[in-house]
């Protein structure tokens, strides 16, 4: 039985989807280098407490760790790549001018699936701009998350916007909240529910409602805006979302808040039709330097896996047969014109086997 190969949430990529994920991940990565993104690449496990201190508690139990036999300190193998993005800023990059632009791509492991996602292993592909979360840093990072998926031929994009830090900006100036039911409160405004959130603090209920096609959403928001604390949160959001120029679909809610925790005053996710969840998350956050100072940040990561395996971004095949005897020079000659030749190897082999659609016949392809 198959099953008994790998451990339960790792499966293996086979042909096509290996290589349309391959093909997807150079595309999104090509159109980030063209806005000055370029690539770091971390390793894969790091010293667990320093990986701790860069990932909210939230996220650290995501982490697989085990002891090293060389060291004897615990190791943690990385659920996300975006702190150790903010490591290398901090540290091997903490000279260099700001903000700086940085794109990566690698496998992340999760020590636990989600309920509704049982892979433990995935594709992540992002870009970070460290040392600004302005609304031009915001603009930005959302205008080349949305020009990376384009350039890979993704269709059907819409964008959520969320405000994190909502609840605790209202809880601690207009609409006080005792600080032990604020967690309480983001959960049930998170989750919907009308009836806890009404026990806790009524006056917190528009904030459910304010959920949906981004304008109108946007403008219940600014209505129910207490004593403008929300005003310059409201006024950036609108920038950013006008910098999109009606390209894609837009949402906003603002009190959602799973993968959110670490975000501070805006975050985003993105999907695209006919893939099940979303394909990329962003928003503000902070890169931590030593001694604990703070550093404003902003990115995005994309999941390929998501896109390839909704049957996004896999391109149809298009293998050329090329009989035993043809000349190797006619063969090179239609690979430089972009075609995938498969040689014939020995005399039983055909098209058919080698899962090519057309065949070299008197020096042109023909369809199958």
Do not use: N
């Not at 099953?3 to 990565?29: Q, T, V």
């Not at 982490?63 to 190791?75: E, F, K, M, N």
């Not at 994009?157 to 005792?178: C, E, R």
């Not at 099940?276 to 902003?298: F, L, M, Q």
């Amino acid at each position: 039985m198959t099953s008994s190969l790998l451990p339960e949430g790792f499966h293996d990529r086979l042909p096509p989807y290996a290589d349309a994920a391959a093909s997807l991940e150079a595309r999104l990565l090509g159109a980030a280098f063209a806005h000055g993104y370029e690539r770091v690449d971390p390793p894969v496990v790091e010293f667990f407490e320093g990986l701790a201190q860069r990932l909210k508690a939230s996220r650290t139990i995501d982490a697989v760790r085990y002891v090293d036999p060389v060291s004897q300190r615990t190791l943690a193998i990385r659920p996300d790549i975006t702190a150790q993005v903010g490591r290398i800023a901090a540290t091997r990059m903490a000279h260099h001018p700001r903000p700086v632009r940085l794109s990566y791509a690698g496998q992340v492991i999760k020590l636990r699936a989600a309920e509704l996602d049982p892979e433990r292993e995935r594709r992540q592909v992002g870009c970070e701009l460290i040392g600004l979360d302005s609304v031009p840093a915001a603009q930005e990072i959302v205008r080349v998350a949305v020009d990376a998926l384009t350039a890979a031929d993704i269709g059907g994009l819409s964008i959520d916007f969320t405000l994190p830090d909502l609840v605790d900006t209202l809880a601690a100036g207009p609409l006080p909240v005792a600080a032990d039911r604020i967690e309480r409160l983001k959960d049930r405004l998170d989750a919907k529910d009308a009836g806890a959130v009404a026990a806790i603090d009524a006056r917190y209920l528009p904030l459910i409602e304010a959920a949906g096609p981004f304008v109108a959403a946007h403008d219940r928001l600014c209505a129910f805006d207490v004593g403008g604390a929300l005003r310059s949160r409201l006024d950036g959001l609108w920038q950013i979302a006008q910098a999109l120029d009606g390209r894609i679909a837009m949402t906003l809610d603002p009190t959602e808040r799973h993968g959110f925790e670490y975000q501070s005053w805006i975050g985003f996710s993105i999907f695209a039709g006919g893939v099940r969840g979303e394909i990329g998350r962003g928003g503000s956050y902070a890169v931590v330097h030593e001694g604990g100072a703070e550093e404003p940040a902003i990115g995005f990561s994309l999941y390929p896996d998501a896109i390839v395996d909704g049957g996004l971004s896999v391109p149809e095949r298009r293998r050329l047969f090329v009989p035993l005897g043809t000349d190797p020079a006619m063969a090179a000659a239609m690979r430089a014109q972009g075609w995938v030749t498969v040689a014939q190897l020995e005399a039983s082999d055909s098209p058919e086997a080698q899962l090519c659609t057309h065949v070299m016949t008197e020096g042109e392809p023909r369809t199958l």
